[in-house]
T-cell receptor
């Protein structure tokens, strides 16, 4: 079974600075998807960025980018020019490329990293 | 377009009581999911429905039942609530059928069992 590990329960960053959140995963599959979700105090889960394992190029979305190291099974999230609105829990998640038994696209989540942004 | 909606938003139950959490999506998605979120544990899958008419157990199914009422609706039932079921419950949906489509989440239900 796949597992996702986020080793930093909490992180803090100064406004306008850059912060990197770590994520490692364990899998025997060669093709899969990785996601970062943001959960602000409102509790709503919001997709930040996704990466297909078969793509060598790291995904970027505005101020958010990832460093995907497939051999090391590492998937870190970099937030540039941090803003107060970036304060949230961030969850790393894994999904198999192929449908699981039963046809599901199940996500496996890490335990999350709480990001605080200081003004 | 409301996305994924959940009712209720908050609920307090006594041990042994039963209740049903409702979830509906208006995106014509095939797959739907129920997760629970506990402090320090991330989200864990309880049950899922890959398509209308099918349901399967996830990682933590004990104490729960589900019904995929139609393509839009997927309910989660606690037959005899226990304090260990105190949690925040999220419903999610996705297109299904493979591919990298994201899961869309509802706003969550905070359940307290006393």
């Amino acid at each position: 079974a796949q597992t996702v590990t986020q080793s930093q329960p909490e992180m803090s960053v100064q406004e306008a600075e850059t912060v990197t959140l770590s994520c490692t995963y364990d899998t025997s599959e060669s093709d899969y998807y990785l996601f970062w979700y943001k959960q602000p105090p409102s509790r709503q889960m919001i997709l930040v960025i996704r990466q297909e394992a078969y793509k060598q190029q790291n995904a970027t979305e505005n101020r958010f980018s990832v460093n995907f190291q497939k051999a090391a099974k590492s998937f870190s999230l970099k937030i540039s020019d941090s803003q107060l609105g970036d304060a949230a829990m961030y969850f790393c998640a894994y999904r198999s490329y192929t449908l699981t038994q039963g046809g599901s696209e199940k996500l496996v989540f890490g335990k999350g990293t709480k990001l605080t942004v200081n003004p | 377009n409301a996305g994924v909606t959940q009712t209720p938003k908050f609920q307090v139950l006594k041990t042994g009581q039963s209740m049903t959490l409702q979830c509906a999506q208006d995106m014509n998605h095939n797959s739907m999911y129920w997760y629970r979120q506990d402090p320090g544990m991330g989200l864990r899958l309880i049950y899922y429905s890959a398509s209308e008419g099918t349901t399967d157990k996830g990682e933590v199914p004990n104490g729960y039942n589900v019904s995929r009422l139609n393509k839009r609706e997927f309910s989660l039932r606690l037959e005899s609530a226990a304090p260990s079921q105190t949690s925040v419950y999220f419903c999610a949906s996705s297109e299904g059928g493979g591919g990298g489509a994201e899961q869309y989440f509802g706003p969550g239900t905070r359940l307290t069992v006393t």
